[in-house]
Each structure stands twice: as C-alpha cells, then as structure tokens.
C-alpha cells in the first residue's frame, strides 16, 4: 500500500530517481530545507511498500489576505515515471489544495512550462485554468531561448465568486510578478553556517567573525554583496569574489567547493 506522509531531510537522499525526470525543476539543498523549516505541511511524499519514493510535491502558503491574493503555491510536483499513471499526482494535488483551504486561502496556483502539455493538459483535468502567461519564465541553457509559463490556478471554496481565476488579457514578465524576488533569512543563516563549518575544517583564516550570542555575522563586504545577489536572483551566476585567505589555492578549494550552496535553480518565482 502506498504511503502519503510528511517529507522529510533524509528523504533528500532518496529522490534522485524523481529528480532525474528531464521535466522536473530541481533545486539546491539549502532551498528545500528552507520550504522543510517554513511549510513542512506543504511538502509531502508518496512511498511504495518497498521502500522506494514514488513522488512529492513541495509548496507553500503566500500573498495578501487584505487584497484576496492569499493562496497556496505548488512550487514543484513530481511523480517518478515507474509509477506514473496511478493518480498519485491527483492524490498529493488534492492533499495541498485540501491544505490551503485549511488555511484559509483563496486560490491554489503553480507555473509550467507552455511546451510541458501533458502536464497542462492533467492541471486542467484537475480543475485549473491559464490565469495568464509570463514570459521568459524558464530560463533555458545551450543557448536556446528562454520559455514562457503559464500561470495555472484554481480557485477554492473563500473565493466564491471566482474572481481570482478571471484571466488577465496580456502576458506578463516574471519581474511583474509579486514577491518574486526576496532575501529569506534561513537562506542566508544556512549558508554562513556552512561556510563557517566549512572553513573551521580547512583551518583557513578569513575575514568573517560571529558574534554567537547575537547571531550577527560580520562578512567582507565583497563576499556578502555576492551571496545576496545570488539568493535574491535565486540563480547560480560565476563563483563569487573571496576574501583574502591563506593560499591561493585554499581560496579556489573554498570558492567551488561553496559553490553549490548557492544553488537555488535558475528561476525567478518559485
């Protein structure tokens, strides 16, 4: 029998054989702890009998309530391909939506790719409709062009008159989009705390000290500058200017090995 529970941080481990699908949006491990630590009831995975991972799907609770725009967001959904075509991505859809009403929310929403019908044909089964098309969302690589999105929501039981889901008549740019761009806290905490960890296990001396009492963290100017960049644009740009530490070869050891802490993918609203 197949089990819906709570995702977990070992399950990160185990969910390759999802994430290797050429369709599903991956992202660093910093990004999924912070949805871990901020919306664990919006992360949920689906286990076979054996043991093996059949799904999940991640999201979050957003928006305004004053402006009727608070809602749940679907940030990834995913099904491994041996075990597609048994409802269970229906199953964790429904599970978030059934959340979001919890919650209080007027509409469950997600972005996918326009090229992606499948995927867009199943939200439509499911009850969602194009509330409008954002343009460029996905960033592409190899040098093709970037692909536009479709904005796909359903409206739940406080929007009663549906008003959320009303389509708007032209597309839209992702810097259009609300809360697209933020500096979240937790990112930016987890990531000093990697980076001290990491360069007490090197013995290396850098310009960074931490007052443990206050959590506050005094970082080169050059190096923090570059970290939020990369957390606020939630992309992976060439490896960041270093402070001068002992040895050149101990900054190039410390600059990639970092590196994929700043991974948190390539788009722009998740």
């Not at 309530?65 to 859809?93: C, D, I, N, Q, Y």
């Not at 939200?123 to 190899?142: D, H, M, P, W």
């Not at 991974?263 to 722009?268: P, V």
Request: proline share 5%; glycine share 4%; charged share 20%.
């Amino acid at each position: 029998m197949t089990t819906l529970r709570a995702f977990t941080c070992d399950d990160l481990f185990r969910f390759n054989n999802i994430n290797l699908d050429p369709l599903t949006e991956t992202y660093g491990i910093p990004f999924y702890l912070q949805y871990l630590a901020h919306w664990p009831e919006y992360f949920i995975v689906a286990e076979a009998p054996g043991g093996e991972l059949m799904g999940y799907i991640m999201g979050k609770a957003e928006g305004s309530v004053a402006r009727e725009e608070w809602h749940g967001h679907v940030t990834a959904l995913s099904v491994a391909p041996e075990f597609r075509r048994l409802g269970l991505a229906a199953k964790l859809m429904e599970l978030l939506e059934e959340i979001s009403e919890r919650k209080g929310g007027f509409f469950v929403d997600l972005f996918v790719r326009v090229s992606n019908q499948v995927a867009v044909n199943m939200y439509k089964q499911l009850g969602y409709s194009v509330y409008r098309t954002v343009i460029e969302y996905y960033s592409a690589s190899n040098g093709e062009p970037d692909e536009d999105a479709y904005d796909m929501r359903k409206a739940l039981s406080r929007d009663t008159e549906k008003k959320s889901i009303i389509p708007l008549p032209h597309p839209v740019r992702p810097e259009d989009i609300e809360n697209h761009c933020y500096i979240d806290i937790f990112c930016i905490e987890l990531f000093i705390e990697a980076l001290k960890a990491f360069m007490k296990y090197i013995n290396l001396s850098c310009k960074i000290k931490c007052i443990v009492d206050y959590k506050c963290y005094v970082v080169s100017l050059t190096f923090l500058h570059r970290a939020l960049f990369m957390l606020t644009e939630q992309s992976l740009p060439s490896t960041p200017t270093l402070p001068s530490c002992t040895g050149c070869s101990s900054r190039y050891v410390l600059s990639h090995c970092l590196s994929p802490i700043f991974c948190l993918h390539s788009q722009h609203v998740v």
